[in-house]
Nanobody, 123 residues
Framework: QVQLVESGGGLVQPGGSLRLSCAASGSAFSTYDMGWYRQAPGKQRELVAAIISGGSTSYTSSVKGRFTISRDNAKNTVYLQMNSLKPEDTAVYYC?????????????????WGQGTQVTVSS
């Protein structure tokens, strides 16, 4: 079982920066693939950035060059550094942990979500 707690959201002006943190409890954090998702009002939840257990990262095109995802396995924490924020980045941001394990009966997928943190970009 993994519990995820996000922090660092808030109100920021366009062009500003925020750093989100997601602290994970439970064991084997380093074996999970971690992701940051966001959901704006009236829109579907979308994947913003991901970092797999091996450290490789990926980003949705709208945030490339502006957002950076990183993880500190010693602290069981994943971060999302957001720079050059735009009003369209306004959303609730969710942390996600995922791991697929092979079992005798087939793959077992473990999936956990945090409660979300609000990011509002407005002047």
């Amino acid at each position: 079982q993994v519990q995820l707690v996000e922090s660092g959201g808030g109100l920021v002006q366009p062009g500003g920066s925020l750093r989100l943190s997601c602290a994970a409890s439970g064991s084997a954090f380093s074996t999970y693939d971690m992701g940051w998702y966001r959901q704006a009002p009236g829109k579907q939840r979308e994947l913003v950035a991901a970092i797999i257990s091996g450290g490789s990262t990926s980003y949705t095109s709208s945030v490339k060059g502006r957002f950076t995802i990183s993880r500190d396995n010693a602290k069981n924490t994943v971060y999302l550094q957001m720079n050059s924020l735009k009003p369209e980045d306004t959303a609730v941001y969710y942390c996600n942990a995922a791991r697929t394990t092979a079992t005798m009966t087939g793959p077992e997928v473990l999936l956990y979500w945090g409660q979300g943190t609000q990011v509002t970009v407005s002047s």
